[in-house]
């Protein structure tokens, strides 16, 4: 196991750092607002489970992983059994990765393991699981030896996003501003109307148009390695597919909507993810794209029906509660989330997507 370095001391709360940063030099973009904020939130405490602010996919059941392990064996199975890399981007508390690592062994796929994290708390939650997994402060340090085979379920949304909404006299980037310790958004310098996909720039005003600079970074640095390299990458995400108009950014305590501009730093701040527009970054790069796809048909398409029969009869005293995760990520979550898939060059199509 590869052990991050020391993390700086988070001891001064984070609404007065932000204060006085404003303060001093002025109004922050929502972008810079929501980077500081979910450092800070992710790098002091586990938000995930009934405790904490909210659930993914890989918590509520063993199936999610299983399945997911299962799209990447039988990938590399069809690629012909390269030696690849595992990457996770993300990974929580590393239960996707203890669930896909087992079912990948079972199909004859044990690859080391690499984890992009930050959070020194959820690094020490996934080393319980997956203790030989290599830590990542960000993709560039991971191999370029190998094939990539890479999983970010719930990781795109947490990135930082830009907001332009649209005053009475033409789009402003949206910042952030504060008096005291009370935050609230602005409309901050203007930006020209060309910076906007064209059907969007006459929307009215009040309208807001989100980018995510960071998310489409992380795609194309990612994609340029697979190009070069070999290998897939699957992102599992709530969002759509844009650019649209809408104001999407979201907070989340005790599983349950918050403010976004109160107490910056203790609670999730999220946003919808672009799907078309990441998957497009990654297309005129070389890669092949694939999807979006549901995820309710993307976990059917992969078999989670039978698994789920399998694991109540294998369990009967069980079988409600199994039956009550399906439907959760099948129904409930199943349109959504959705999920896109890139390929190298000469890589086998994934399969759930058609």
Known sequence: MTDPAPYPNLETPLPDRLARAITL??????????????????????????GGDFTTSPEISQMFGELIGLWCADLW???????????????????LAADALRAMGKAGLAPPVHFVETSPTLRKAQA??????????????????????????????ALPIRQLVRTIGGWHE???ACQDILFLPIA???????????????????????????SVGIMRDLTTRIVAQGGA????????????????????????????????????????????????????????????ADQGAFLTR?????????????????????????????????????AIAITAPGWPDPEGFA
């Open 25 to 50: 030099a002025g109004p922050i973009s929502i972008a810079q607002y929501m980077a500081a904020a979910n450092a800070h939130y992710y790098a002091t405490r586990d938000p995930l489970g009934a």
């Open 77 to 95: 199975d069809r690629a012909g059994r390269p030696d690849v890399a595992w990457v996770e981007l993300g990974p929580g508390r590393g239960t």
């Open 128 to 157: 319980e699981r997956v203790p030989d997994a290599t830590w990542h402060d960000s993709v560039a340090t991971l191999p370029t030896d190998l094939p990539l085979i890479v999983i970010a379920n719930e990781f795109f949304d």
């Open 174 to 176: 949206r910042y952030v």
């Open 188 to 214: 901050g310098r203007q930006v020209p109307d060309t910076v906007l996909p064209e059907p969007l720039r006459d929307a009215p005003p009040g309208s807001i148009v989100e980018t995510s600079p960071a």
């Open 233 to 292: 990458f699957l992102a599992i995400d709530y969002g759509y597919e844009g650019p649209a108009i809408g104001d999407t950014l979201q907070a989340m305590r005790a599983h349950k909507f918050a403010n976004p501009f109160e107490a910056p730093g203790d609670h999730d701040l999220t946003a919808h993810v672009d799907f078309a527009t990441l998957l497009a970054a990654a297309i005129t790069l070389g890669a092949g794209g694939h999807g979006p």
């Open 302 to 338: 992969l078999g989670i029906a039978p698994r789920a029969a399998t694991l109540a009869t294998a369990t009967p005293d069980r079988a409600t509660a199994i039956a009550a995760d399906r439907d959760r990520l099948v129904e409930t979550m199943g349109t959504l989330f959705k």
